[in-house]
């Protein structure tokens, strides 16, 4: 049985990879809150290594929020994901940990991309500017990999997932990103019988989600794939594999299936005179389809069990 280490137990990402090796079995999974093990304490997390003898990392543990977290806290966001990614790679490899997989994010990609956005786009132009420092942090790590690979023989791998959703999603008013933000918002507007949903923008921009635990097969998948097969489809120093559904949608068709989802009986209504943002956000899948995985879960079913998870969980989430 090999003892798996996933960093970022908690959060959506992480708990997501906890429910896919439960449901897989042949796994012991060892995990840490933040006040056992603090990741960003170098010297904690080679004792960790060190006394636990772990066969495989997921690396999902990060710091992580929508535009306004990553404006208003640029420093903390690049510092953290920093130290967390070197510290677990570093630590992993001293430890004789020989496999381990890095979870980073599509805003490695330049804001101007060519869509669908190929792997091979990275570093070929200017990152969006409101989170460009937890995207040079996420390209680090996935050269962190690469450089450990080449230089030490382990294997460690690293996928870029789309925009992600799903049960322990951060639901925070103004911390959180777009559907959960949304799926809130309509909730709230629902609770109070209000007419209208304000959504800002024009609502044409097109964006791409992934429902978590579509996310977290995807990264086993990926985990647990022989080493010659991952090596015929990637290249040593652009080794990372996106994961999304390779399909998209309109902020507008999002908010109309939202809706339609939470039950709101009132009127949605674009305010122009907001930030639009990239007009176009799509990851190209076909590296990751030709190694064998595609997305099952639709948005509106992945939308449907979030809005349950939400409504089982919504007391906890009305504080936060």
Known sequence: MKRVFVAGHRGMVGSAIVRQLEQQGGYEIVSRERDQLDLTDQVAVRAFFQ?????QVYLAAAKVGGIHANNTYPAEFIYENLLMECNIVHQAYAAGVKQLLFLGSSCIYPKLAQQPMVESELLKGH??????PYAIAKIAGIKLCESYNRQYEVDYRSVMPTNLYGENDNFHPENSHVI????RRFHEAKQRSDKEVVVWGTGTPMREFLYV????AACVHVMNLDKG????HTDPMMSHINVGTGVDCTIRELAETMKQVVGFQGDIVFDSTKPDGTPRKLMDVSRLENLGWKASVT?????SVTYDWFLQNASELRSV
Not at 180 to 183: G, L, W
């Open 51 to 55: 006394a636990e003898k772990i066969d």
């Open 127 to 132: 990152l969006e500017p409101t989170n460009e």
């Open 180 to 183: 959960p933000a949304m799926m």
């Open 213 to 216: 635990d579509d996310m977290a």
């Open 229 to 232: 097969t991952y090596c015929e």
């Open 299 to 303: 948005l509106a079913d992945g939308l």
